[in-house]
Every structure is written in C-alpha cells, then in structure tokens.
C-alpha cells in the first residue's frame, strides 16, 4: 500500500548543481537512503520501499540526461523507466 510509505516532496536539484556546483555521477548516491534504510523498511517494518529523484530543473537542464544515464551506468545498474 502506498500510502503506508513515507514519500516527501524533495528535489534533490543534484544535476542542476545546487551541491555547490559538485555534479560528478560517482557521487550521486549521496541523495539517497541507505541501503540498511531500505532493508529495514521491507524486512523489519515490512513496507514497500522506493526512492527517485524529480526535478523540474532537469527539464531544462542541458546535462542532466548525460549526467544520469553515467550515474546508472558506473553503478551497474538499469537505466529507469520513465
């Protein structure tokens, strides 16, 4: 249920440069939970966990789509679907 999860309304604006103009995609698991925050949330607490980041400045911004798809890429992981 959705409703049981905690979702705020931060924007993280990483790619838009608000962290002191710092935008390297190595660093950009820093704006996200832990992974032991994950884990306790579906395995003690028993509640669906999902993160992303939303920003209305990525829109516009010329970088952000390069900038993004390298943070997934040096992770390993899958490019989301949008």
């Known amino acids: 249920v959705l409703s049981t999860t905690p979702v705020t309304d931060k924007e993280t604006f990483y790619f838009a440069g608000h962290y002191l103009g710092h935008v390297s995609p190595s660093h950009y698991a820093m704006c996200?939970?832990?992974?032991?925050?994950?884990?306790?949330?579906q395995c003690v607490l028993r509640?669906?966990?999902?993160?992303?980041d939303g920003c209305a400045q990525y829109l516009t911004s010329p970088m952000a789509p390069y900038l993004l798809r390298r943070a997934y890429e040096e992770r390993g992981e899958a490019l989301p679907v949008l």
């Open 47 to 52: 509640c669906p966990f999902f993160t992303f």
């Open 32 to 41: 996200f939970p832990l992974a032991i925050t994950k884990w306790f949330c």
